[in-house]
Every structure is written in C-alpha cells, then in structure tokens.
C-alpha cells in the first residue's frame, strides 16, 4: 500500500498563486508516474499535470504556462505551483501515483485538498 499525504490549498485571489506538496509513503517501487487531478463540484475528476520518475510532464491544455509540476525522487514527493490561477481553476485537487510492478500499474489517491480562487 502507498499512502499520499497533500498539502498547500487554500484560499486565493484570481492572479494569485498556491503551491501544492504530495507526500508518499509506504510501499514504493521505483517505476512510478505522480500527478494531480482535480474535481470541481458537478463535474468529473480531470487530469491537471503529471510527471514520471524520469521527469517527464504533461500538462492539461488549461493549465500549460500557469502550472509547473515537480518531484524529488528522494523525498518521494511531488508539487504543484500554480501560478496566475482563475476562478475555474476551484476544486479539490487530488494527488495521484501509479506505480508498475511485475508489469501491472496500481493507482493510489490522496484524501484531496481544496483550493478556491475567489475575490
């Protein structure tokens, strides 16, 4: 089992910015890919950014140029800076890993943290 601890949401206003943090603990194996998603009331869980244990990212097309996704392989951590945030950009965001073991992924999820951009 892998746990995910987030951190960092809060309240903003538009233009602002928050940094998000994602603890893992547990069992950690070294083929793994960290993201955050994001789930905004009424509407389903979407992908924000993700990020491998190579450092490769990827980016909603929403939030390329604003957010910037980051790990530290040896704190087994991950962050979310979110720059220039909107309005839209409310939810809970959640932190997500995939980890590849023997050939099969399994997914963990953080309990979420909310964020609200409001004036």
């Known amino acids: 089992q892998v746990q995910l601890v987030e951190s960092g949401g809060g309240l903003v206003q538009p233009g602002g910015s928050l940094r998000l943090s994602c603890a893992a603990s547990g069992s950690i194996f070294s083929i793994n890919v960290m993201g955050w998603y994001r789930q905004a009331p009424g509407k389903e869980r979407e992908l924000v950014a993700t990020i491998t244990n190579g450092g490769s990212t990827n980016y909603a097309d929403s939030v390329k140029g604003r957010f910037t996704i980051s790990r530290d392989n040896a704190k087994i951590m991950v962050y979310l800076q979110m720059n220039s945030l909107l309005p839209e950009d409310t939810a809970v965001y959640y932190c997500?890993?995939?980890?590849?073991?023997?050939?099969?992924?399994?997914?963990?999820w953080g309990q979420g943290t909310q964020v609200t951009v409001s004036s």
């Open positions: 997500n890993r995939v980890q590849r073991l023997f050939g099969k992924d399994t997914s963990y």
